[in-house]
Structure formats: C-alpha cells, structure tokens
T-cell receptor, first 115, second 115 residues
C-alpha cells in the first residue's frame, strides 16, 4: 500500500511566522504535490515536483515555497504566514512510470490555523 | 478553458442507489478519476476511466462517455458510511504534457445518506 505521511495533523501559528510542512512517501514515487483545500474552492495546487530538486508552480504559488532534497520528502514552506493561509494542506504523490501514473495518493492532511 | 462540473450536494436514503454526475470541458483527455473524501480526511482513490463504458468495483461503478464529456459514479446499496464528498478529476493536455502531472479537479459533490 502507498503510504503518504504528513508531519502534523493540526498546527497553530502566528502571523509572520515561518512555517514548515513536511510530507514523506514510501513508494518511490517521482511526483509529489502540495494542495490547499478550502470550502467552496475545492483542491487548489500550490506546487508540484517531478524529480529531486525539481519544482513547478501550481495555480496558487504566491506566499509559498517548496523543497525537494530527497525523493521521498517534499516540504512546503510558508515564508511569512498570514491569516489567509489558514487552510487544510494536503500532500499527494504519484508514480510517473506506472500505468495510471496520474493516480494521486494523499496524505492525511494538515489543518493549519494562522492567528 | 478547462472546466469540470458536479452537483454541489445530494441526499439519498440508506439502501438506495445514487448517481453522481460529472461533466468536463477540456482541450484533450487522458483519463477521469473519482475520489472519496470524508469530512476532515484526505481524498482516497476510488476509480479511473480512460475508455468509454462502465467499470464496476463492488458497490461502486463509474461510467465514462468521452464523446459527451460525461461521467457518473454509481453507488449501490448505500450505507451511512458513504456520506462523504465525491471528487471528479480529469487528466488532460497541457496539464499532463512533458513533466506536468497535474489533474483538473471538480469542486466535489457532498453526499448525505439518511437512515
């Protein structure tokens, strides 16, 4: 079974703090994704990575950065947290070289509250 | 543009059958996914259709008509635990070209199963 884990289920931070969200997958997947999910807005892609040290902007990258130093780990960084970044953050991974390679497997999510 | 439409909410009765529709308008098409998401949890993969027709998997079936840009998810013998949001997602050009591995996501259909 594919397993994607995220460092925290719940997180409370102050405005202006730097926030790190970690995601680890154990299936040797090439692709990893960070989404945020808000009521009425659905899943929105922040960044994705298709290989180590490679990253591509998604639909809403402003205010975020990412790091992929190892294949299994993809980090999302909020450089200076703001209240409008309060959201559910979901990490996902997929395998580029398999049939149905676009199938994404999600971690449990991190619910971030910025005060 | 790229667009996916799903009903926002549906209700059904335990033991009944419900059909959740998804229509899409995309430049190309590579496959359609259905995910289930319980409140406060991550989406989990349900099904994948790339060819026209019906794919059956236990109580759940998914249908695709590429010429009509239409899919549905059929849930039989509804159980209370089927109360969840159901997300439709499409793989389409240019989001799956080159190193891209992005999916286009619908906003989800919230299904409430009543006793």
């Amino acid at each position: 079974d594919v397993k994607v884990t995220q460092s925290s289920r719940y997180l409370v931070k102050r405005t202006g703090e730097k926030v790190f969200l970690e995601c680890v997958q154990d299936m040797d997947h090439e692709n990893m994704f960070w989404y945020r999910q808000d009521p009425g807005l659905g899943l929105r892609l922040i960044y994705f990575s298709y290989d180590v040290k490679m990253k591509e902007k998604g639909d809403i990258p402003e205010g975020y950065s990412v790091s992929r130093e190892k294949k299994e780990r993809f980090s999302l960084i909020l450089e200076s947290a703001s209240t409008n970044q309060t959201s559910m953050y979901l990490c996902a991974s997929s395998d580029r070289d398999r049939e149905r390679w676009e199938t994404q497997y999600f971690g449990p999510g991190t619910r971030l509250l910025v005060l | 543009g790229q667009n996916i439409d799903q009903p926002t909410e549906m209700t059904a009765t335990e033991g009944a059958i419900v059909q959740i529709n998804c229509t899409y308008q995309t430049s190309g098409f590579n496959g359609l996914f259905w995910y289930q998401q319980h409140a406060g949890e991550a989406p989990t993969f349900l099904s994948y259709n790339v060819l026209d027709g019906l794919e059956e998997k236990g109580r759940f079936s998914s249908f695709l008509s590429r010429s009509k840009g239409y899919s549905y998810l059929l849930l039989k013998e509804l159980q209370m635990k089927d109360s969840a949001s159901y997300l439709c997602a499409v793989s389409a050009w240019p989001y799956n070209a080159g190193n891209n591995r992005k999916l286009i996501w619908g906003l989800g259909t919230s299904l409430a199963v009543n006793p």
